[in-house]
């Protein structure tokens, strides 16, 4: 599921393979938005700020069922040395040792990044009700860029996907972060 326009222009992307924030999507969007999204992808923010301020690329997931946050997690595969300790997959794991159950059915997942395939993978193993997130990853997000495996008729589960909630703000951490590893002359 979109909400109204929330699907970035394809064409319009900066030079990292995210779309360009600010591309008029967010205005129309906000009233869309309930508060309680909002609180939730404000903290999936905080929690990519943080991860970018450890040099990891700057994601962050919160997930949440009836409004009480049941796991938070935020990018950190280079410091852990884990390809897998994405943002998605700490919130996941959190959430589910808290359930104590792997299935967590009924909750939302905010994430401020398009999930990957791994990611979106594990997001429909787990029964994950609704993702909500900012920015599309026009290079390897996997729930609406290349592929729309979240909610693929293939599968028995499908969560339903919303985006672009302050996909402006999301897109623009993520193209300063990058511009000043280049600037700094590191890669990842």
Known sequence: MQRDGAV??????????Y????????PKLMSAWTQLDQQFMRRAIELAQSAGDQGEVPVGAVIV????????????PISSDDPTWHA???????????????RLPYTTLYVTLEPCAMCAGAIVLARVERIV????????????????LADSELLNH??????GL??????EMLLQFFRARRDAGTSL
Do not use: H, T, W
């Open 133 to 148: 997130f900012a920015a599309r990853d026009l290079r390897f997000g996997a729930v609406r860029s290349k592929f729309r």
């Open 8 to 17: 970035g222009i394809p064409d319009v992307q900066s030079d990292c393979g």
């Open 19 to 26: 779309e360009s924030p600010g591309q008029g999507v967010q």
């Open 166 to 171: 302050l996909a402006a703000e999301a897109g």
């Open 88 to 102: 998605e997959m700490e919130a996941l794991r959190l959430a589910a040792s808290r359930e104590e159950n792997y």
């Open 65 to 76: 069922r009836d409004g009480m946050l049941l796991g938070e997690g935020r990018n950190q």
């Open 158 to 163: 499908r969560a339903r996907v919303e985006e």
